[in-house]
């Protein structure tokens, strides 16, 4: 006899399985000529294969990185220096109930919009190039950045909070000079996080017209030419690693867990 | 050592704390924590309060040090500037002894002062004088999570010391201690409460207790059941306090 836990747990596997169906019927995915999708596919890596690589678009592809890293490089330490007393302020530990709710709402708005949106709203305002590219990126990482940070700063021990707050401090002053070097380690593992994750970000950021390699590309595919796209694509992928590898070194060696001797 | 400590005037007669049928209860909790206490500590004098786990010492403790406010009843407290160590001491582990030692001063710091993390003359050499009070000279640069429980515990009173507090609570202060440590402590307790803060201590050790301290408070199930000078603990009083009355 199937046991009634049982049952729930087939009632549950069959309605997601009729979701994902539904769901696949309803972005058509059944109407699609798959062979000829796959040949489509095998034509377009024929016309991306690049047969060499042209020494003057990878010096401009070079540019183009740097132009990205600077773009995420600015983008992630400004919108840093901007995070860091917002989350204080924003962090219901250390701001006031009313001050937290509306900051909050205001950081909230800031990430749920889309880094390439705002890179529009800032093209609209100062043209073409990595000066709206950066802005945007700098922008969407306070939201991005402000909610890891109030969380760390949340999760402070409270007995340092008290032993401070009876003494009289105010709140900020506990948060500058116990919480904040209390979590030096994780606020800057997350900056770096988000570092790396602003490399890919100011990528597409150049896609709609924000500098870097994203611009590049976009210009690229714009002319049809998916070898020089492809060429760009595997720079980046390149770059990506790297920053990734170098990321992992660094928090290994500088950013180490505090070894505490047991009390 | 703790000789050196600067002696404020105070008067026994003035209560530094008084409690007035307090009750406590936490939010969401089934039950309060503390219910109907009334406890008067004259200023200059010690009190160790005692319990087993989850009878209220921390919250009464909390109460005192203004931390939280009574579900019904009042809490007064004299004492101007008030020195809590909570019961894991609550020090930035990844700073200094120094550095911590120097919250303390915290709320007397002017606000460029502490903006900039620079402190005055007068507070750096009261901060080393409060290092060397609690025994630790020579390890200011070390950070704090490098030292022992007992060690830890010290930078906290250092820390309190700076605030030259009037009122000093300290939260399982003999928490995780040897015999030998604790006793170092209760010392250096005793110092400071001649010197004229008045000290309020929650523990578990009733034989410690009753040569540190001038009087004990024992409680039970959110109450206190007496308050008695230490060296007048009877036995019922002792029974009532480990559950067996």
Request: charged share 20%; no cysteine.
């Amino acid at each position: 006899m199937v046991s009634r836990t049982r049952l729930r747990e087939q009632a549950t596997l069959a309605a997601l399985a009729a979701l994902v169906l539904a769901a696949l019927w309803h972005v058509r995915f059944f109407e699609a000529n798959w062979p000829r999708a796959f040949h489509n596919l095998w034509r377009f890596l024929g016309d991306a294969t690049p047969e060499a690589i042209d020494p003057d678009f990878a010096a401009a592809v070079g540019v183009a990185l740097l132009e990205t890293l600077e773009i995420a490089f600015l983008g992630t330490v400004l919108a840093a220096v901007v995070a860091l007393p917002l989350s204080v302020f924003a962090s219901r530990t250390f701001g006031g109930p009313a001050a937290s709710l509306a900051l909050r709402g205001v950081l909230s708005f800031l990430r749920t919009v889309p880094s390439f949106v705002w890179a529009i709203v800032f093209i609209a305002m100062v043209g073409l190039g990595p000066l709206p590219g950066a802005l945007a990126v700098t922008l969407y990482s306070i939201g991005y950045l402000s909610k890891l940070y109030t969380e760390i700063l949340e999760g402070v021990n409270p007995e340092i909070v008290e032993a401070l707050s009876a003494a009289g401090v105010s709140r900020w002053r506990i948060a500058q000079h116990a919480a904040i070097p209390e979590s030096t380690h994780l606020l800057l593992s997350q900056t770096l996080f988000v570092f790396e994750y602003n490399v890919r970000a100011s990528t597409i950021v150049g896609l709609v017209g924000g500098g870097g390699i994203g611009f590049l590309m976009a210009r690229a595919f714009d002319l049809y030419r998916y070898d020089l796209l492809m060429v760009a694509l595997l720079f980046l992928l390149v770059l990506v690693v790297a920053v990734e590898f170098l990321g992992g070194r660094l928090r290994k060696t500088y950013l180490p867990e505090p070894v505490a001797v047991p009390a | 050592m703790a000789e050196a400590l600067s002696a404020p005037v105070v008067s026994r007669s003035v209560p530094a704390v008084e409690l007035a049928d307090v009750s406590f209860r936490y939010p969401r909790a089934a039950a309060p924590i503390l219910r109907d206490v009334s406890l008067r500590i004259p200023a200059g004098t010690s009190v160790a309060l005692m319990g087993a786990n989850g009878t209220g010492k921390t919250t009464l403790l909390r109460l005192m040090a203004g931390l939280v406010a009574p579900t019904s009843g009042t809490v007064r407290t004299a004492a101007g500037r008030v020195g809590y160590i909570p019961q894991q001491v609550g020090l930035v582990g990844r700073l200094s002894v120094e550095e911590n030692v120097l919250h303390g001063a915290l709320s007397r710091a002017g606000a460029w002062q502490a903006l900039t993390n620079r402190f005055s003359d007068a507070d750096r050499s009261r901060a080393r004088r409060a290092i060397e009070d609690v025994g630790l000279a020579g390890r200011e640069e070390e950070p704090v999570a490098r030292l022992s429980g007992g060690q830890r515990r010290r930078v906290a009173i250092a820390r309190a010391l700076v605030q030259e507090p009037e009122l000093l609570l300290a939260d399982e202060f003999l928490a995780n201690l040897d015999v030998a440590k604790a006793a170092e402590l209760l010392d250096l307790a005793r110092s400071l409460q001649r010197s004229g803060v008045t000290v309020v201590l929650a523990m578990h050790d009733l034989v410690l207790a009753k040569g540190a301290v001038d009087r004990i408070a024992f409680l039970r199930d959110g109450t206190i059941g007496a308050v008695v000078p230490s060296g007048h603990v009877t036995a019922e009083q002792v029974r009532w306090y480990l559950g067996h009355a």
